[in-house]
């Protein structure tokens, strides 16, 4: 009764600091032999649980720093009227970015080197539903240091382009970017009755020099036409984009389609295929490149969205390999690991996080 | 002729030793360290969840991921430190899984008729027990497992402010049902 009578007269945190040793004292469960041995067990049966990272303290300036910042900006600005800015890297930045584009393009694609596997069969089309998915994306430095954490989204949902029945894939990536936020959104809409491309819009705001980049393609027979234009600060670069994508190199895939695309395939332990994968097309170097998905394993994965039996593939670009996991039953993407950097700029990787259907 | 190796017990072994060792799948290494951390962090689960079921089930999924999540272990902050981390994050996961798929717990039934009951007084774990899952999740971080709001935020995706506010509300509302109640 002493205490609760202290509680009234004093502050929320004389109220803490009095519950804090009975907060600490309450019983917590023991740890068991059983547990110990189900957590072996589980090791043993090669079942693997992909755990968040330690969350990371977003960075909050002092409001003494921000005016400091700020005051120092102006200075700036009335001191240096023009500031040069850096010298363009020429026609590469006009190249696509996204999770998987940024590799595969990092690579000079072996486009005469012939395909070597059948090509990926999409063969059921009609496995494609309306859904939205969740990615959790890090990436580590080299030295194992966690350096970005962001949450990237997918989703498909029923459309109509031109009168023909298709499903619209939306992909949005969100990462931040020297204390900016980044934000890439590709729109994809694929034929419904046999997955083909008929349009494709990719935003990426703000990207190199420009507020942003827009990237229109449609697709017709082997070809693929459209328009790249750029927003501010001054006036907007733009491009045509003509190029025809070769029919032995198919079928093409994009970012957005991906963690899709093996839902629309048996695959099995021995599978393995090729397809392209499509870039920008603005520039030559990023039509298109070639890719190998392979069968190398099957593990039981645990990430956030659940517990799932998991096909491991490589996919193999001209001259490295990612690892990627997908969901049995389905096809559904779990997991992207890149590790082919890992001792020099770092590794990503991608898990989902949520599925809603 | 071999030389005899100097025995090892895995329960003498520095963390240093035991992280490298779990980190290449040493199931002895892992045991090790399940026998060092696990009842910390099963705490950690449980004051978070409020079910040993669910507070196992983290400390399950912990343990059985840990050896590839050393692999990325930076050695900056105490080992301690970077499971009870974990932990937190993992059965916040299930929290806001459990969120999704309302259920009411029996637990939480019987300590309701409970508090209504006249000459029942709540216990600091009873009343703890009535806080909404996100008040008592910043009550449990700030308080028990000493987080500072900024880690709190991050690890509830919410603004250093309302990890705050929560705090303050969450004290508030202990501090009433416990005064309601005597």
Redesign the interface.
């Known amino acids: 009764?002493t205490r609760?009578f202290f509680?009234?007269r004093r502050g929320?945190s004389d109220?803490?600091d009095a519950?804090?040793p009975?907060?600490?004292a309450?019983p917590?469960?023991?740890?068991?032999d059983q547990?110990?041995d189900?957590?072996?067990a589980?090791?043993?049966t090669a079942?693997?649980?992909?755990?968040?990272?330690?969350?990371?303290?977003?960075p909050?300036a002092p409001r003494r720093t921000i005016v400091a910042v700020a005051m120092a900006a102006s200075a700036l600005l009335l001191f240096v009227p023009s500031i040069r800015r850096a010298p363009s890297a020429g026609d590469d930045v006009f190249a696509s970015s996204g999770f998987l584009a940024r590799e595969a393009f990092a690579q000079p694609a072996d486009h005469d080197a012939g395909r070597r596997l059948a090509p990926v069969a999409l063969s059921r089309p009609g496995a494609i539903r309306p859904l939205s998915l969740e990615f959790s994306r890090v990436v580590?430095n080299a030295?194992?240091?966690?350096v970005k954490e962001s949450v990237d989204s997918l989703a498909v949902a029923p459309a109509t382009m031109d009168g023909t029945p298709a499903w619209q894939i939306t992909s949005r990536l969100r990462e931040l970017v020297d204390t900016q936020h980044r934000v890439e959104t590709e729109t994809l809409y694929v034929a419904r009755r046999d997955l083909r491309f008929l349009s494709r819009a990719v935003h990426v705001s703000p990207y190199s020099r420009f507020e942003r980049i827009n990237i229109q393609q449609r697709f017709q027979g082997d070809s693929v036409t459209g328009r790249m234009t750029t927003d501010g600060p001054s006036i907007g670069a733009g491009r045509a984009i003509a190029r025809r994508l070769r029919p032995e190199l198919g079928p093409y895939l994009t970012g957005a389609f991906v963690p899709l695309a093996l839902m629309t395939v048996p695959v099995s332990a021995t599978w393995s295929a090729s397809a392209g994968l499509l870039g920008w097309a603005v520039i030559p170097r990023d039509v298109y490149t070639p890719i190998e998905l392979r069968v190398k394993g099957e593990e039981n994965l645990?990430v956030?969205a659940g517990t799932f039996d998991c096909w491991r593939l490589s996919i193999r670009f001209s001259d490295g390999e990612l690892s990627y996991w997908i969901r049995k039953s389905d096809g559904l993407s779990v997991r992207v690991l890149d590790e082919r950097n890992a001792a020099t700029t770092g590794t990503r990787e991608a898990v989902l996080r949520r599925i809603t259907e | 002729m071999a030389l005899p190796r100097p025995s090892e017990n895995p329960g003498e072994l520095s963390d240093a030793r035991l992280v490298a060792d779990a980190a290449h799948?040493s199931?002895d290494a892992?045991?090790a360290l399940?026998?060092r951390y696990?009842?910390q962090l099963?705490?950690v689960a449980?004051?978070l969840l409020q079910t040993?079921q669910d507070?196992?089930d983290v400390?399950?999924?912990?343990?059985?991921?840990?050896?590839?999540?050393l692999?990325?272990?930076?050695e900056?902050g105490s080992l301690r430190s970077?499971l009870h981390?974990?932990t937190a994050?993992?059965a916040l996961?299930r929290l806001r899984e459990r969120s999704a798929r309302p259920s009411v717990e029996l637990n939480t039934l019987s300590l309701r008729a409970g508090a209504n009951t006249p000459d029942t007084a709540l216990s600091?774990?009873q009343a703890?027990r009535t806080l909404s899952p996100n008040l008592r999740a910043v009550?449990?971080l700030k308080?028990?497992e000493g987080f500072?709001h900024?880690?709190i935020?991050?690890?509830l995706d919410i603004s250093?402010g309302a990890s705050e506010v929560r705090l303050?509300r969450a004290?508030?509302a202990?501090?009433a049902q416990?005064?309601d109640n005597?």
Do not use: C, N
């Open positions: 009764m609760l509680w009234r929320l109220f803490a519950i804090r009975e907060l600490e309450i917590t469960p023991e740890p068991t547990l110990l189900r957590i072996l589980s090791r043993a079942h693997r649980i992909i755990l968040p990272e330690p969350a990371t303290p977003r909050r580590h030295t194992g240091q966690l645990t956030p | 799948g199931p892992l045991a399940y026998s696990a009842k099963l705490a449980y004051r040993t507070a196992e400390v399950h999924d912990v343990f059985v991921g840990l050896p590839e999540a692999r990325r272990y930076e900056r970077w981390k974990i994050r993992v996961m600091i774990e703890l009550l449990v308080e028990i500072t900024a880690e935020a991050a690890m250093v303050h004290l508030a202990m501090r416990l005064l005597t």
